[in-house]
């Protein structure tokens, strides 16, 4: 099988693409390796060229990061047409061609509140109209390279070798499901190799089943730190309260459980991200 990765530098696209090179041909799509891969141009040529040759396609990419990116940058013009030309423009393509594809939303898709959250419910609609499936992600965690879109865990491992005091942006209190990249990497390609089967659920939860508060979150990784001779105190701000709290606990769909289930603990697999870090 050749598969189609759009972005692939990503997160989720990196360790995607490391996974699935031991067993498939890959092709590889994202700004980050040229300007020519950037999927807000129109009628992108190597975009089409790559379509016509891939069996499958991973459609990862979008302009997003963590709760502080979002906060600073989703209201904003830039984001928006970002997000608005990148999904145009592939979609388009995955039209024409008609192919088989996967679309990464959000649990944050139910939140009309959120410009990030209406993009990713317009991007579901779209892979339903095609017949395709969009797997929704919660909180995947894992090592990261933009430190300006980094998300929670990275963001106190990052602080706490820098610092043996860090001051969380919350209270700590609003609750979360954190999910390893690699057990997502392992899930998607389920879902590939079920694509027939699955695609009438339409819309797949990726998530551990495990909803943990942020308070719990920083003593696994004070924990981590410990283990490695190193005491940091991560404290809660007590005067901010997570606006997204109240929203956050939606209950994922547990059907995927019986094609899959995670391998890493929480503490797995803040300890695999956090040897990478240590060692830089």
């Not at 980050?32 to 459609?59: G, P």
């Not at 190193?230 to 109240?246: A, C, M």
Request: charge should be positive; glycine fraction near 4%.
């Amino acid at each position: 099988m050749n598969i189609l990765i759009l972005g692939s530098e990503g997160q989720i696209g990196k360790y995607l693409s490391v996974y699935l090179k031991k067993k498939y041909k890959i092709f590889s799509f994202d700004l980050i390796n040229n300007y020519t891969e950037d999927l807000r141009i129109h009628k992108n040529k190597k975009l089409r060229s790559l379509m016509k040759k891939s069996d499958f396609v991973f459609f990862l990419a979008f302009d997003v990061g963590g709760s502080k990116y979002l906060r600073n940058y989703q209201y904003s013009y830039k984001f928006l047409m970002n997000n608005i030309s990148i999904m145009k423009n592939t979609f388009e393509q995955l039209a024409f061609y008609k192919k088989k594809f996967v679309f990464a939303t959000s649990q944050m898709s139910n939140m009309s509140h959120s410009p990030y959250g209406i993009l990713k419910k317009i991007g579901e609609d779209l892979t339903s109209s095609l017949n395709c499936i969009s797997v929704k992600f919660w909180n995947v965690y894992g090592i990261e390279k933009n430190q300006k879109k980094n998300h929670v865990i990275t963001d106190f491992i990052l602080n706490g070798l820098k610092y043996d005091f860090v001051k969380m942006e919350t209270n700590g209190l609003e609750k979360r499901d954190f999910l390893f990249a690699e057990d997502c990497c392992i899930a998607l390609e389920k879902i590939m190799l079920n694509f027939k089967k699955l695609r009438s659920k339409k819309i797949i939860d990726l998530h551990s089943g495990k909803f943990v508060s942020i308070r719990f979150l920083a003593k696994v990784i004070s924990k981590v730190f410990m283990r490695y001779g190193k005491k940091v105190r991560f404290v809660p701000n007590r005067s901010v309260t997570d606006n997204l709290q109240n929203n956050i606990m939606n209950k994922g769909d547990s059907f995927f459980f019986k094609y899959w289930k995670p391998k890493n603990s929480l503490d797995q697999g803040v300890q695999k991200v956090f040897k990478n870090y240590f060692r830089k």
